[in-house]
């Protein structure tokens, strides 16, 4: 059931993919590009017919180039003189997050996940776009502990050449053993904050089923993180410094 649910979920993104593409191309460039009758087009845009599991990944794999996230996403990095980039034109563009949350479902479709963790506070706008069109929970780890909430999961970690001792909290109800776990983030740098996640999810016993990350830095932090076997690690962009 679990599986036909996601593989329902991959074709009703397609048609998001399609709506989004819809507002920049006209239908017969869509045409052009994915081989598909402007009258067949037409049909998947009004919603009026659902893309078999083979054409929406055929539909997918053509419009990924035009949409091509990447590029957008490396366009908008700018470095300043510490090693440090503004992502807020990357983390706040909810149509760009869109793009990026049908890549996640298209990445992940068939795998069994029924939360979704990231660490405040940038990822939370693309964490919760990915936890609303999978239609599961999401939890944050935040760096405070709330009023009201009795009892904690934590876990700390010390950024490199920070000298500060960095913890996440979360709620010890929000994650639970057995759960199958995507953790989201927007950047990954060092590795640390997603292995202070990881952590997190094995303290409860739960499962790490996936990894996302919008922009990678360079890929020291691969040496950084204890993957567990069969655990996919995806991101969408990688810009060296």
Known sequence: METHSRDLEFRLMTIKLLNTIKRKHTYREISQ???LPVTVLSRYVKGHVLPTSKRAKEIWTSLQKIADLETTLLSRI???EMGYFDNTQIVYDIPLLRLATQYVVSKF???RINKILTAAVDGIPLATLVANSLDVD???AKKAKEVGVKEYI???YIPPDSGVVVTFYVPKDALKKGDSVLIVDDIIRTGETQEAL???VNKI???VAGIFVLVAVGTEWKNKLSVPPNCPVETL???ER
Do not use: M
């Open 154 to 156: 934590e876990e700390s």
């Open 205 to 207: 016993k739960a499962e």
């Open 78 to 80: 700018k470095f300043d």
């Open 237 to 239: 962009a990688v810009v």
């Open 33 to 35: 590009w994915t081989g």
């Open 198 to 200: 990881i952590h997190l």
């Open 109 to 111: 479709a068939g795998r």
């Open 138 to 140: 999401l939890i944050v």
